[in-house]
């Protein structure tokens, strides 16, 4: 696996499970996606758009710059 993500990081979802995200950002990203699969009609563009603002009320760039990519 290490080898894959070594050759293909282009290739790879950084943070498919939220992991990276400051704590506080977590409860609502999980809040988001629940909501998106417990839909009879996910709205994509919806959940896009609650995902960005997720991203800057709680301010995720700065708080995950922590992490570095391999």
Sequence with gaps: M????SKNPDKLI???HG???PNP???Q???IISTFFAASEPDVA????ATAEMMT??????G???YVWP
Aim: proline share 0%.
């Design 2 to 5: 290490q080898d894959y993500v």
């Design 25 to 27: 950002a977590q409860v």
């Design 19 to 21: 992991t990276i995200l």
């Design 64 to 66: 995950a710059a922590w």
């Design 14 to 16: 950084l943070d498919q």
């Design 57 to 62: 009320t709680f301010n995720v760039k700065e």
């Design 46 to 49: 919806g959940t896009i758009a």
């Design 29 to 31: 990203y999980r809040v």
